[in-house]
């Protein structure tokens, strides 16, 4: 991926960085978080957890900054992630953050993140 592509991508609205999260997760079958002696985890200003994921390893490393500096892009397998760490994310009210952008990233459900990408590797 160029630098241009990869700022066209990064700049997009929150919504359609998840649309695109959705897509490029499920035709590579893998996710992307940040991983220091355990996962990068943050939380929204009502103090939920939220976990930040990324579609690929770049994006990642790209928020590898201020509080997740020494931080290291770590690769998820998407089944693994649907079956275990979702449902376990869900059971701990904890929220996704899915594609940050150092500005911004939308907040979603796990619930709903694994009813997205269940659609999304059905038309594969």
Known sequence: MNLKEFNAI???PADLRYEYFVKKTADSEMLWGLYEEGWAMTTDSSGTALLPLWPKSEFAL?????EWNGYTSRPLDLHAFI???LPRLDQDGVKTAIFYNNSDSAVVEAAKLLEDLREALGKY
Do not use: G, N
Request: charged share 35%; with cysteine.
């Open 83 to 85: 079956e275990k760490i």
């Open 10 to 12: 990064v700049s997009r």
């Open 62 to 66: 790209h928020c590898a900054i201020d």
